[in-house]
């Protein structure tokens, strides 16, 4: 069943018509918007009546299930006491329906004043929406500012409106005490320019939630002992290094071209070729990392053991590929024949194939083996 609920916090319906609260049914409740629009045909609770009539019409026509009305209020003065009276008349409505069905609320109120007494109506029954009116002719300036308000109140709200606009009002202070310093104004306004900039860009991409995840996660491994953590800061170190090797051996191969232009391609092995080595034991370091901690968190698997085998595959065959295009006689450089390729390419099919029949096997005996009988 559906309770169509129209709220009105300061009992304006009771002291301007003395109608008693609270009221139930559709006629009554448009008796009661009446007779409030002849009393105060300003007041902002005649709408609320009124729309809490017609979204009753709407929706017993559109669901076609059980739908009433019912308005209540509360007192004059106190939130607490207001909200207090309100639960007391919505337990009284409850009683009066009398049905088996759950009953669901949609609440109909004129600002968000009113809107503060939801968390007392949804202690006693779920909200399935709730209805702001608003009058087409002029803003209600009550429910502007409270909306104000609750919006200030809330510390995302504060941090992403109320900051931008600090840091945009000290801009004039911070250039008054930068020239007492003899600090170039200019200087200043760059500053503060590309902290409001970076701030704005951190606020617009939400990386908030990217940047808390990360250092969530860091604190995780840290706080679990992951080898990994380690791992990975001695393969980013071997990386560093195969750059560097990499770049240097570009060099080599260029200074044998008597420091003329060398063809992309020859240039492109040779960095792969002083790179590789490097490489593949940033790969290996950082595999056997993460199997390290796959074993104690026990979930490991023999098939993970492959990753390393298929690093020094990849790697012994980039690095014959590699010696194959370069010119010989290039210091600290291989350079292997075709026969030396052919050979290296086949040692490194055979190494990754081998290495997945393994320990695909190995895995499947043991599976086998710890099988109930």
């Known amino acids: 069943m559906l309770l169509v609920l129209c709220v009105d ?6 002291r301007k018509t003395g109608i008693p609260t609270p009221v139930i049914g559709a006629d009554e409740v448009t008796e009661a918007a009446v007779a409030l629009a002849t009393a105060d ?9 009124f729309q809490g009539v017609n979204v009753h019409d709407e929706l017993a026509a559109e669901t076609g299930e059980e739908v009433e009305v019912a308005a209540v209020t509360g007192v004059d003065g106190s939130d607490v006491q207001a909200n207090r009276k309100v639960g007391n008349e919505v337990d009284r409505v409850l009683a009066e329906l009398a049905t088996g069905e759950e009953v669901r609320a949609v609440v109909i109120t004129d600002g ?47 941090g992403t409106v109320l900051v931008p606009l600090g840091i945009l009002l000290l801009i004039y ?55 990994t953590l380690i791992t990975y800061v001695v393969a980013l170190a071997l990386l560093i290094i195969g750059g560097v090797q990499a770049v240097e051996t570009v060099d080599r191969v260029r200074a044998l071209a008597g420091g003329g232009t060398v063809p992309v391609g ?25 199997v390290t901690d796959e074993y104690l968190a026990d979930r490991f698997r023999w098939r993970y053991l492959n990753a390393p085998f298929y690093v020094v595959a990849i790697a012994v065959v980039l690095y014959a590929l590699s010696g ?15 026969g030396d390729l052919a050979l290296a390419l086949t040692a490194g099919t055979l190494l990754g194939v081998l290495s997945t029949l393994t320990f695909a096997v190995v895995e499947s005996r043991i599976a086998s083996t710890a099988e109930p009988t």
């Not at 916090?9 to 009771?14: A, K, Q, R, S, T």
């Not at 045909?41 to 009546?49: G, I, Q, T």
């Not at 194959?324 to 075709?338: Q, W």
């Open 112 to 158: 968000a004043q009113d809107e503060s007494v939801l968390p007392v109506i949804r202690s006693r029954m779920p909200i399935d929406g709730v209805r702001r009116v608003v009058v087409r002719q002029a803003q209600n300036l009550e429910s502007m500012y409270y909306t104000m308000k609750q919006v200030l109140a809330d510390p995302e709200t504060r």
């Open 324 to 338: 194959f295009f370069l010119p010989a006689g290039v210091p600290g450089v291989t350079r292997l024949t075709l």
């Open 266 to 290: 020859t240039a492109a092995a040779a960095f792969v070729h002083g790179f590789v080595q490097w490489g593949a034991a940033a790969g290996i370091t950082s595999s056997l990392g993460q």
């Open 41 to 49: 045909p300003e007041d902002s609770d005649v709408n609320v009546l």
């Open 9 to 14: 916090l300061d009992d304006d319906l009771g």
């Open 173 to 227: 202070p911070l250039v008054v005490v930068a020239n007492l310093f003899n600090v170039a104004g200019a200087a200043v306004l760059g500053l503060i320019s590309a902290l409001l900039g970076l701030y704005s860009l951190f606020r617009g991409l939400g990386l908030e939630a990217s940047v808390d995840t990360v250092a969530d996660r860091v604190r995780n491994v840290l706080y679990a002992g992951r080898v």
